[in-house]
């Protein structure tokens, strides 16, 4: 059965599951949500979403929704189809749940006040806080000179192979680098550089930047 994805291919979180069911080898289909038109706010898609933000995926019975909730389940149910994202022990898996974490609560933050303040807002036609902005930045900062001493000692976040921990981050360091104008954050880490190179060069990213 066809895994139906509701929502724009370039919105940050769906491509967060794309990538994910890229790698997992999983066949999809796009059911296209317009933003703009605000058709995430329409009576028909709070039946499936009821916060109207995207993605949520219909595979079957199963209508789920959260981008992280949707990678887990997908990482878990198909763990031995495609690229294993999960490790191979229970120690691993937690080790990938604890990065997954830190991603959701420790990176998020920080970087999406960055995207949001200077990507969305002049879109919007808001001003630009630059308070935030500077406050963000410092932020992120000291997040990733965590991730710096981290990724010296492993090539990946969880550890030696690749997991969900860093394909979550996929979707805003990508904001990060290509849109913002702050891509020196990275690239002025040498470890963080190196793990960022490796996993946006991943062909399953790159089949996602492509839709
Ligand atoms: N925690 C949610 C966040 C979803 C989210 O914020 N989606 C954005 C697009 S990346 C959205 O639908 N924004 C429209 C809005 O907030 O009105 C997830 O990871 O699925």
Redesign the pocket.
């Known amino acids: 059965m066809v895994v139906k994805v509701h929502g724009p291919a370039y ?4 491509r ?1 599951v794309l990538a994910c069911l890229f790698d997992k080898e999983i066949e999809f289909e796009i059911v296209p949500v317009d ?1 703009l038109k605000g058709e ?1 706010k329409n009576p028909d898609f709070l039946k499936l979403q009821p916060f ?4 949520v995926i219909q595979d079957g019975d199963l209508t789920l ?4 909730a949707i990678i887990r389940y997908y990482a878990e149910k198909y763990k031995s189809q495609g690229v294993d994202l999960l490790g191979t022990s229970v120690e691993d898996r937690a080790v990938v749940e604890q990065w997954l974490e830190v991603e959701g609560q420790n990176f998020h933050p920080p970087i999406y006040t960055l995207v949001l303040q200077i990507l969305y807002y002049p879109k919007l036609g808001l001003p630009i806080d630059e308070k935030a902005v500077k406050e963000g930045e410092e932020n992120l900062g000291k997040v990733l000179d965590i991730y710096e001493e981290r990724l010296s000692k492993s090539k990946y976040l969880a550890g030696d192979f690749y997991s969900l921990a860093d394909l979550s981050h996929l979707p805003f360091t990508h904001y990060l680098v290509t849109d913002i104008g702050k891509g020196y954050m990275i690239k002025d880490r040498k470890h963080v550089n190196a793990w960022w190179e490796d996993i946006s060069n991943r062909p399953s990213w790159k089949k996602v930047l492509d839709l």
């Open positions: 919105a940050s979180a769906t967060r933003l995430h109207g933000v995207v993605p929704y959260e981008s992280r």
